[in-house]
Nanobody, 126 residues
Framework: QVQLVESGGGAVQAGGSLRLSCAAS????????MAWFRQGPGKEREGVAS????????AVADSVKGRFTISQDSAKNTLYLTMNMLKPEDTAMYYC???????????????????WGQGTQVTVSS
């Protein structure tokens, strides 16, 4: 059973930066897709970035491209989301998710993932 625990959220002013972490445990040795999602107040859940852990292949949503970066530290079993040039519209609960991967094309649809963390809140003020 994969367990995911996010941390690193907080309050920041527009233009600032944060790095979210997702500590993973319970892996079986298979390859995984891992992703970050967010859900802002009154908004639908949105896929932000994904990574195919074995090869480190990443994808980032257009809404955050050039500002957010997904990365991993395999030795620490930790996923990161580095967020720069934050905007008030980035305010949301951010979730880490994982699924055993079939191939390197990792989805950014929430329904594709079956392991989820509890979330960490990011609040960006103007």
């Amino acid at each position: 059973q994969v367990q995911l625990v996010e941390s690193g959220g907080g309050a920041v002013q527009a233009g600032g930066s944060l790095r979210l972490s997702c500590a993973a445990s319970g892996y079986t040795g298979r390859s995984y897709c891992m992703a970050w999602f967010r859900q802002g107040p009154g908004k639908e859940r949105e896929g932000v970035a994904s990574i195919y852990t074995v090869l480190g292949i990443t994808a980032v949503a257009d809404s955050v491209k050039g500002r957010f970066t997904i990365s991993q530290d395999s030795a620490k079993n930790t996923l990161y989301l580095t967020m720069n040039m934050l905007k008030p519209e980035d305010t949301a609960m951010y979730y880490c998710a994982a699924i055993a991967a079939i191939n390197w094309k990792c989805s950014m649809e929430g329904r594709a993932y079956n392991y989820w963390g509890q979330g960490t809140q990011v609040t960006v003020s103007s």
